[in-house]
């Protein structure tokens, strides 16, 4: 019996050396064949990003592909990761690639290594599935054609934005005069202008801002949202009155603030524009503290697609009218003819049977002429309008499609760049400069030189298109610095949402609470007045962007909040009033955008110096003095 004790136990320590040696040899495999296996990588992602970039010039596939092709996202952003990782090592001068080794070397080419290992199981998996594979072959091999004429960024050419030329007015006159005469008129201390999505509401509204504002001792400009909120809207009005750090600082309630903008305003005349407001709740004004009973000095332009809003605020209505034909034809002109004649009678035939599917609606007409191929040929226009004859305008929810139009028929960058703009909230202005850090952050914009000038023709093409209105201005600054600003309309900034919705973001605090976000690649909760950060803390390895823009509630971080996010890109806590960082944010190696604009921090934190990606960096005022150790933060561009 001892005997045979002795065999089994020579057997198992046998099996046990065996299997550590087959261990031992796996885990040196991953290190001799680390450059192998990198460069293995670096060609699989270019393959994959390829495919789905044409995959995504396709209509919307069914839903098994779809899935299918979510894998392959996956595995793509893994691989981008890696890719990205072993590009900051080399910066820092720690190029896992190089033939000499330092121990930290070694460890990184393990880790990455078996990352590595991690990708080819996944693509292995993926393409068993042959029925799918076969369909999306087929995609591509139709594909491949039409991606030799795509639209290609021209670094030659000018990126200035264009300055004034997408201001075109067309049957905008009569209505500001009729506007103006209801003012002076005293029809009603609310009027309210209402119509359709798209028709220019907002527009209308813009114009009589800037005639009359100069007669009123403050002009208030807010800016609604299918969820507002009271709080938030308070310190939109707080921020114009000089009231923004007495409401904020002190977390007042919303009676309270409501009664400090009502004694500021007390006894001085004001106009106030509350732009695109989807429901009305009894009592609206005096919450935000604007009464309209104060002998006449206020005055309250509105915009609504719902008549309710109306009647519970008691407005006087005027009614928005779709533009006449020679006005839509006229407005048609600018955008695809540059404000010419057609160059011949065929292609104006064309043209006008296009701009009847777009039911003299001025956003539908814009868009859908803008997109237009600038052509002479009328049949280049064809197909445009045989798929436009598909889609009748006839309320609200049936533009949407025409926008999905001219949003399909992007470029799958500009796709990419548009759907972003969902990063910001229904606000007035974006300011260029950052958003174009944002594209370069999240990758849509491909690294080398002449980058920045590649992301702001992007922004160029946009406006171009419609999709972005541009403009410049000076900051109020002593140096007057000129910036230059951006914004969309309303109905487009709703398309980025749901499109980004269809591609794993979040925007609402109830799912960002959830632990289920393991695949999620964005959370945008700007504005949404929340009193944490609503953020499980569990893995979300996919994340590459987290807002929490304009909380100002919010006033601390969970310290292991950013150990679940290595891959994070873009991290803005602008407007919340948080004090202090986490040091666990020292460890995002891919972290590029770092916005602390109007934060109560008022030292550059420590962790920032590990922050070895990082572009961008915008810090409160109060953070005055810079430490020596910033210069070691290689990658830093813009510092503000």
């Known amino acids: 019996m001892a005997f045979l004790g002795e065999a089994a136990a020579g057997k198992i320590c046998e099996m046990a050396v065996e299997m550590a040696v087959q261990k031992l040899t796996e885990e040196a495999k991953l290190l001799l064949d680390f450059s192998k296996d990198f460069l293995w990588l670096q060609d699989k992602l270019i393959y994959v990003r390829s495919f789905l970039r044409d995959a995504d010039q396709q209509s919307p596939h069914k839903e098994g592909v779809k899935q299918w092709l979510d894998r392959i996202r996956v595995v793509s952003l893994l691989a981008e990761d890696i890719c990205e990782e072993c590009a900051v090592e080399s910066i820092y001068g720690n190029d896992p690639q190089s033939c000499g080794f330092s121990c930290n070397q070694w460890i990184f080419r393990h880790r990455i290594g078996r990352k590595i290992k991690d990708i080819k199981e996944r693509i292995r998996s993926i393409i068993e599935d042959r029925n799918e594979l076969k369909l999306l072959g087929e995609v591509v091999s139709a594909n491949e054609a039409s991606s030799s004429t795509s639209h290609r960024v021209d670094h030659k050419k000018s990126y200035l934005l264009p300055s004034g030329s997408y201001s075109h007015a067309v049957g905008i006159q009569s209505k500001v005069d009729d506007m103006l005469r209801l003012l002076d008129n005293n029809a009603s201390p609310i009027i309210a202008v209402v119509g359709m999505g798209g028709i220019g509401k907002s527009y209308l509204l813009q114009h009589v801002f800037n005639y009359v504002k100069e007669r009123y001792d403050k002009s208030i400009w807010l800016s609604f949202s299918q969820s507002y909120s009271i709080s938030t809207l308070q310190c939109d009005i707080a921020s114009y009155l000089g009231l923004g750090p007495q409401i904020k600082n002190e977390g007042v309630s919303q009676e309270r ?24 709740r009894e009592g609206l004004l005096c919450k935000l503290g604007l009464l309209t009973g104060d002998n006449g000095h206020c005055k309250v332009f509105l915009s609504t697609r719902n008549r309710e809003v109306c009647t ?90 025409i926008l999905r139009l001219s949003y399909f028929s992007l470029p799958a960058r500009l796709k990419a760049c548009f759907a972003y703009l969902s990063f910001f909230p229904k606000v007035e202005q974006i300011n260029c400069e950052y958003l174009v850090y944002l594209w370069i952050g999240e ?23 419609c999709l972005l209105q541009v403009w410049e201005q000076y900051e109020d600054r002593p140096s007057c610095k000129l910036t230059n600003y951006c914004t969309t309309h309303d109905l487009l900034h709703d398309l980025a949402i749901n499109i980004s919705k269809e591609n794993k973001c979040i925007f609402s605090v109830e799912e960002a609470s959830k632990g289920e976000n393991g695949d999620c690649c964005r959370i945008l909760l700007g504005m949404k007045d929340v009193n944490d950060a609503p953020i499980s803390e569990r893995p979300i390895v996919l994340l590459r962007t987290l807002s929490l823009y304009q909380n100002w509630r919010i006033k601390s971080i969970p310290q292991n909040l950013f150990t679940a996010m290595r891959g994070l890109r873009v991290l803005d806590l602008s407007g919340t009033s948080i004090s202090k960082l986490p040091q666990s944010l020292g460890k995002m190696t891919l972290l590029k955008v770092l916005n602390l604009n109007n934060t109560e921090i008022e030292k550059v934190p420590k962790c920032v110096r590990h922050l070895k990606s990082l572009l961008f960096l915008a810090l409160p005022q109060r953070c005055e003095k810079l430490p020596v150790w910033i210069n070691e933060v290689k990658c830093l561009q813009h510092l503000e």
């Open 312 to 401: 519970i605020l008691n407005a006087h209505i005027y009614e928005m009218q779709f533009l006449s034909d020679s006005e839509s034809w006229n407005l048609f002109r600018f955008y695809a003819f540059k404000g010419n004649e057609a160059p011949n009678h065929q292609l104006e035939e064309v043209g006008r049977d296009i701009l009847k599917q777009c039911g003299n609606l001025p956003l539908a007409i814009k868009m859908v002429a803008a997109a237009l191929p600038k052509t002479r040929m009328p049949r280049d226009w064809e197909s445009k309008l045989h798929r436009l004859k598909e889609v009748v305008i006839a309320d609200d929810d049936q533009i949407i499609p």
């Open 257 to 280: 603030a409501a009664e400090l903008i009502h004694e500021n305003l007390k006894g001085k005349r004001y106009l106030v524009v509350l732009d695109d407001v989807w429901e009305a």
């Open 443 to 465: 990758g849509f914009i491909p690294a080398g030189e002449g980058q920045w000038e590649a992301a702001w023709y992007c922004i160029k093409q946009l406006a171009n298109l």
